[in-house]
């Protein structure tokens, strides 16, 4: 049997394009002589559709685009992923399941059991979970088809205590197939891998698993399919970040043999993190219609870092700099900036905020009388700034990046309806320390970010001689901190222990804290850690813990 793996970027709700994709890649397969062609979970609708599944048009679309597709079905057996209703009065309404097409028609439906619900994931929200399924038969094969988690049985994951695949392993398959939308984190890859190769060594069946590729505001899908053999061999691995299609014989003796060479290239953690990102601004544009983007260039890293990434993922042609130097601004803050804009071809232009700001201190100079100039005044300024980026946004039709990073937004470093201001952060999962790798990492092949940018001091430059350190600790002591007790989830107690002051991790602690109101305003971020902030990591506004 010949089964072809298609690795699909997909768009959430867009009927008519994502059955066009998969149409596409099963009439590729049926010329190439394919028995079976796998999709992706929830390839139909996409992944994940939140609350539209809420909406029986929804449903009723999906199922229409799965009956379109299965008309084309007559010499190929094809699996997709879709809603299913669910017939029994209680519970949910639908199911998250496998469609196994052929002859022209619905031939049956695998119901994913185990649903997730921590970080990103909340699937009890919306489905039911399935009940016990059996092996499906194509072209004689008896066959696992088991919905992401279901194959993801992890010996020490207190959500799942039973297993799909021991109950279907009863029935004696010849090779397990997983369809899945596991997203994107710079651990994850690793992860992904041991836990299915642990389910290849406990059942000692091949696997074929096809994720999907792609961005879907901030939750990014890496592909990277797999062919494994029985033995736990890596037979083939999809690109990365990157649509792919693999083609492999199951012969009679339930060896698995790949037609072609057909192995990701090696990847190091920010190589896959350049490339996750430069996917999410492309996508996010491309899926919204979006085309041109504007941001602030301020000369430091942050802003230098999301200039490279948005040329990147949408032509420099696209992309339009704006520095908006200040009565504090350095020197070099424009002369790096425009070394940056030569290097990357991108449009730009300066529109100094002097004036502007003189004229609201003016304005504001009764109400202020005998104050002090302090926070007031610097957030002033990074208000005007904001004010400016979406006056051209909204005159041209530009969309507004945030270059906020994760540091900065752990501990509140950042000003609403200012800096924080855009339509997608795109830096507001890489914290400072990484920001700094991944500046280096993009000049590894010739300087295309200016060294003075990466190597100056932070600053906001927001007062004479500022830098971040007089407000923050430094970046290396301030990360390693946040990720403890973002990532981790460690307490201040736990920090303590591995090395840490007392008073610096309480402080550090409850800026976290205290900034969540912030972050509850700020723009979609792309998620590239295994705790990003965002729909990941649902904190209350208004709480006392460690406050």
Known sequence: MKIALAQLNYHIGNFDSNSAKIIDAIQKASVQGCDLIVFAELSVCGYPPLDFLDYKDFISRCIEAVNKIAAVCTNITAIVGAPSHNPELNGKNIFNAAYILADGKICHIVSKSLLPTYDVFDEYRWFESGKLNSCVNVKGCKIALTVCEDLWNMDDDPLYTSW??????????????????????????????KILEKNIRQYKLPLIYVNQVGAHTDILFDGGSLVYSSNAELLAEGKYFEEDFIVCDFNTNNALKIQDTHVASSFNRYSRIHDALVMGIKDYFGKMGFKKAILGLSGGIDSALVTVLAARALGAENVHAVMMPSPYSSGHSITDSELLVKNLGVTSEI????????????????????????????????????????????????????????SELAVGYGTLYGDMCGGLSVIGDLYKTDVIALCNFINNSGEIIPANIITKPPSAELRPDQKDSDSLPLYDILDVILFQYIEKAMGPDDIVKSGYPEELVMRILRMVNNSEYKRYQAPPILRISPKAFGRGRRMPLVAKYLG
């Open 351 to 406: 529109l100094s905020i002097k004036e502007v700001f003189h004229s609201f201190l003016s304005t504001l100079e009764n109400d202020f009388k005998g104050q002090p100039f302090n926070l007031t005044e610097e957030n002033l300024q990074a208000r005007i700034r904001g004010v400016l980026l979406m006056a051209l946004s909204n005159k041209f039709g530009y969309i507004l990046l945030n270059t906020s990073n994760k």
């Open 164 to 193: 799909p695949m021991d109950v279907l392993v009863r029935e004696q398959p010849k090779i397990m197939i997983n369809i899945a939308a596991s997203p994107f984190n710079y651990l994850h890859a690793g992860d992904r891998k």
